[in-house]
């Protein structure tokens, strides 16, 4: 058999070279025959695998070629477990997280060994560790991976609320929403570590959040357990409150309908990174699981794509002033007080009026529930109101602005649009 000149190297340099790699160590080999300076000799494999090749999921790399074998091509793709072992992982955008303990490296193995698309075995193997261990064990599993498990979670009804929430707390920190914001993606890490995530389960049912996820005063978040079957939606939810948890424990503050829209459209990105329209929630979660998504979904759907910051403001503004109407009205006390709450209407819709962009990325029906939402709050005057509603709709067209006073007429606030009807006329 002819062999080319060129294209394979000969035993003998063969040998040679991976005596040179027996005695430098694999990564100093791998980084020399690129023509480069060694590395300290503390170095190990996976320094050469983050050298190497990365295919487009992020699930396997090229081998390192210090012998040079296989000459001018490639060498073979190799799933990137196999770089990880005993060493930390290697994400982009992260720092290498420490060496794995005996037992998360035991459930590591273990998972390998089922292989990796196992994702119910994989759920409950995880339910042994503690938070900590979890952690380490997800940051070191490729995304297919994890999506199999957060699939397997929520259809087959596996894994434990902690497991799950670490789970798909991963794949959120994971998107490129993370990598842009390593700082928030590390802080839900040390929250969930801490015990700061938790799934709404009160002893009184009546003590139940009110709504889909919330994050407390004292930073803590927490999400209802409809959660856990609809693992983007869920994904995407950490998302947004722990970017609210993340300001707050660096003392960051803005007004409330920019802090908001920042939330949504970060719960947006992640949403639709991890699939988008082709996600659905499990079967297994019923209706509230269901419309737990759906909400996710009418977001990131009314934000366009990619996100628009001015319809991500105008959609905002116009489902929590309806939302802090309708509670100052039925809840009272529960949730701060029909004053408190009035007020933060009050002071979103003044926000939405300084932001005429945001103003003329309003829906016909949202202009008309942000109106209502403003003449139905029961703890602002008269005066208040007028206030508001000339701020925002002095934004709009006068064919705009007098739909919007019609319908207010319609529904009993008559004073009100007159009043707000000169105010245009005399600005």
């Known amino acids: 058999m002819k062999i080319e000149q060129g294209q394979h190297r000969t035993m003998s340099s063969f040998s040679e070279s991976l005596e040179q790699t027996a005695a430098v160590g694999p990564a100093a080999a791998f ?15 996976a320094d050469a695998f983050e050298q190497s090749e990365v295919d487009s999921f992020g699930f396997a790399r090229r081998m390192p070629d210090p012998a040079g074998f296989y000459g001018d091509r490639a060498g073979p793709a190799v799933p990137a477990y196999l770089f990880r072992s005993g060493a930390g992982a290697v994400q982009a955008g992260t720092e290498r997280k420490p060496m794995l303990g005996p037992r998360a490296g035991e459930a590591l193995a273990d998972i390998k060994g089922r292989g990796f698309l196992d994702g119910s075995y994989a759920v409950q193997r995880l339910a042994a560790l503690p938070r900590d261990e979890q952690l380490q064990v997800l940051e070191q599993l490729p995304n297919a991976a994890l999506r ?3 699939r397997a979670a929520s259809r087959e009804g596996v894994g434990s609320d902690d497991v ?67 693992p983007e939606a869920m994904s995407a939810t950490l998302a947004h409150e722990g970017l609210h948890a993340y300001r707050a424990a660096n003392g960051e503050t ?18 639709g990174q991890l699939g988008g329209p082709e996600t659905f929630p499990s079967p297994l979660g019923g209706k509230e699981a269901a419309a737990f998504d759906a909400s996710v979904r009418e977001s990131a759907e009314a934000f366009g794509d990619p996100p628009d910051p001015a319809k991500a403001k105008a959609h905002v503004a116009a489902q929590y002033m309806t939302g802090y109407a309708k509670w100052a009205t039925e809840a009272g006390e529960k949730v701060g007080g029909k004053d408190t709450i009035s007020r933060k209407l009050q002071g979103m819709a003044r926000d939405l009026g300084n932001d005429a962009a945001a103003v003329q990325a309003l829906s016909y029906t949202q202009v008309m529930d942000t109106a209502l939402a403003v003449a139905n709050a029961p703890g602002l005057s008269a005066a208040d109101k007028q206030a508001a509603l000339t701020g925002v709709l002095r934004n709009l067209e006068p064919q705009e602005q ?26």
């Open 31 to 45: 980084v020399q025959a690129q023509g480069q300076a060694p590395p300290p000799a503390t170095a190990d494999l």
């Open 164 to 230: 799950i929430t670490a789970l798909n707390l991963e794949r959120a920190c994971r998107t490129e929403w993370g990598k842009d914001n390593p700082d928030v993606a590390d802080h839900l890490r040390d929250m969930f570590r801490d015990g700061k995530i938790a799934v709404d389960r009160p002893a009184d049912p009546k003590d139940k959040i009110d709504g889909w996820a919330l994050t407390r005063k004292d930073g803590t978040i927490v999400l209802n357990p409809a959660a856990l079957r609809a």
């Open 402 to 427: 007098a739909m919007a006073l019609r319908w207010l007429s319609s529904h009993k606030h008559d004073a009100l649009a007159s009043a707000v009807a000169r105010q245009l006329r005399d600005d």
């Open 254 to 271: 803005m007004p409330t309908l920019q802090e908001e829209t920042d939330a949504h459209l970060a719960e947006a990105q992640v949403f």
């Open 148 to 150: 199999s498990m957060a």
